[in-house]
């Protein structure tokens, strides 16, 4: 396996081969009779620990927004089996990787927490009596 490398609008990132492992096994995927005999479905691991070529921040990013995807030793798991062959479910792979670390270089702004307006609050207030008013009018009260 060649390494990966990943364009990003900041930079070219690299992934090293040695950072990347990967199995095949037998896939539910397509492939009629074909997939109870051929090993298509790939199950791509890429070491976060191990690997010094991403900044750290990027890293911990992955980590953070991808505690689901991460195995007991710390890898990102990404599984692929809906191509019919093992190096198409493989290129997919990879493909899926490069975008989750695409993702993972971009910093969010951070949420500033702003006051709602006079205006606003004095609009909403009189909307919730209007309601209140249009509810109240649809009871009826009869003879007592």
């Known amino acids: ?6 364009d990003t609008p900041a930079a070219a990132l690299v992934i090293p081969a040695r950072d990347l492992s990967w ?3 037998r896939s539910s995927g397509p492939g009629g009779q074909n997939v109870n005999r051929v090993a298509s479905k790939v199950d ?5 620990g191990a690997n010094e070529s991403l900044a750290p921040s990027i890293r911990d990013r992955l980590a953070q927004r991808y505690a689901g995807r ?4 710390g890898r990102i798991v990404v599984v692929s089996q809906s191509e019919r062959t093992q190096a198409a ?3 997919q792979a990879l493909e899926r990787l490069a975008d989750l670390v695409r993702q993972a270089t971009i910093v ?7 006051k709602p307006t006079r205006g606003g609050i004095r609009r909403r207030l009189e909307a919730k009596k209007r309601q209140g008013e249009k509810k109240a009018s649809r009871s009826w009260k009869g003879d007592s």
């Open 89 to 91: 479910n493989l290129a």
């Open 1 to 6: 396996m060649d390494d990966l490398h990943i």
């Open 108 to 114: 969010r702004k951070k949420r500033r927490r702003t």
């Open 70 to 73: 991460l195995d007991a030793q």
């Open 44 to 48: 791509l691991r890429f070491d976060l």
């Open 23 to 25: 199995t095949a096994s």
